[in-house]
């Protein structure tokens, strides 16, 4: 189960109260982290080589469908790379908005299993598996 970060939640809370538009990307990337990740989008470690790379989604209705009860939950499998080696124990995800470092997170979560990602393997989030909520 994933939250917002704080970036997203002042975007949000701007363009509803005065502020500033916020315009959604039109792709976002899920991380994967080895550490804990923080409200305000720190202490993300991502798995480094080993044909580790951030998973592309389209933003749009068919990946992400219409929200319930204050929750949203993906539509589709994400799925990344097969690793080549190993990428660690990992036991957070992120959601950015833009495939490289360096780049805003939008909101992320802890695993419900932290999972050893080992050379051969293939993570990926089932559909409705991937849930980001607000509390």
């Known amino acids: 189960m994933g939250s917002f970060t704080d970036y997203l939640e002042n975007k949000l809370l701007d363009h509803v109260f005065g502020g500033g538009d916020y315009s959604r990307p039109a792709t976002v990337y899920i991380a994967l982290s080895t550490t804990t990740i923080t409200d305000a989008g720190g202490n993300m ?72 990602i080992d050379s051969g393997d293939t993570a990926s989030f089932a559909i409705g598996d991937l849930d980001i909520t607000l509390t």
Do not use: C
Request: aromatic share 10%.
């Open 45 to 116: 470690t991502e798995p480094s080589g080993n044909n580790y790379s951030r998973v592309s989604v389209t933003n749009n209705p068919t990946n992400w469908p219409a929200a319930s009860g204050g929750a949203k939950a993906n539509g589709t499998a994400f799925t990344f790379p097969t690793a080549s080696g190993s990428w660690g124990q990992v036991i957070d995800f992120a959601i950015m908005d833009h495939i490289t470092a360096g780049t805003n997170m939008l909101g992320y979560g802890t695993l419900t299993t932290p999972k050893t």
